[in-house]
T-cell receptor, first 115, second 113 residues
Framework: NAGVMQNPRHLVRRRGQEARLRCSPM?????VYWYRQLPEEGLKFMVY????????ESGMPKERFSAEFPKEGPSILRIQQVVRGDSAAYFC?????????????FGPGTRLTVT | AQSVAQPEDQVNVAEGNPLTVKCTYS??????LFWYVQYPNRGLQFLLK??????LVKGSYGFEAEFNKSQTSFHLKKPSALVSDSALYFC???????????FGTGTRLTVIP
């Protein structure tokens, strides 16, 4: 059973460009979470999605950031007009139905560097 | 509001000795508590969780944690440390009905041969 997959693993963008980060949840998982980790810090929650729905985006910056989890295909975290402060590791996690299990399983992360 | 405190940025322990990584939390209602481990340039790996029931929770790789409601703590322990346990450890909390995990700032564990 493949784990959570993220690509690319490393992404370099110049200021003003767009970054698209992809996440495929574990097989059978329908809940996806995105977190951001700044250097030497813990993970900060950004957004929680189920298929075709954003459930909780309380951690998302109001501008330039968006996320989706379409009916088919991976979840996408999109950052428009990137700035240096967006440089971080972005982790995706997935979980099964909350009635069965609560732990989230994390992907290897995408390390975004904005030059 | 929920919060997690990991008071020690760094913990050093000799191989074979017991280890403890501390975590205290603040949350409304009943907490769901988790420990994760992160190796360099890797994602987080789930170690164990407390949802309800027995206060002593056993997890992966010989780790365990004890939920103490009166002290609002969830310290991670292992009876005998291995060099391979050296990594960054994160405590996380979620409150009942919430979707997201709230993480502490992490504790770097170094096991000295």
């Amino acid at each position: 059973n493949a784990g959570v997959m993220q690509n690319p693993r490393h992404l370099v963008r110049r200021r003003g460009q767009e970054a698209r980060l992809r996440c495929s949840p574990m097989k059978g998982h329908s809940h996806v979470y995105w977190y951001r980790q700044l250097p030497e810090e813990g993970l900060k929650f950004m957004v929680y999605l189920q298929k075709e729905n954003i459930i909780d985006e309380s951690g998302m910056p109001k501008e330039r950031f968006s996320a989706e989890f379409p009916k088919e295909g991976p979840s996408i975290l999109r950052i428009q007009q990137v700035v240096r402060g967006d440089s971080a590791a972005y982790f995706c996690a997935s979980s099964g139905d909350r009635g069965q299990t609560y732990e989230q399983y994390f992907g290897p992360g995408t390390r975004l560097t904005v030059t | 509001a929920q919060s997690v405190a990991q008071p020690e940025d760094q913990v050093n322990v000799a191989e074979g000795n017991p280890l403890t990584v501390k975590c205290t939390y603040s949350v409304s209602g009943n907490p769901y508590l988790f420990w994760y481990v992160q190796y360099p340039n890797r994602g987080l790996q789930f170690l164990l969780k407390y949802i309800t029931g027995d206060n002593l929770v056993k997890g992966s790789y010989g780790f365990e944690a004890e939920f103490n409601k009166s002290q609002t703590s969830f310290h991670l322990k292992k009876p005998s440390a291995l060099v391979s346990d050296s990594a960054l450890y994160f405590c996380a909390v979620s409150q009942t009905g919430a979707n997201n995990l709230f993480f502490g700032t992490g504790t770097r564990l170094t096991v000295i041969p």
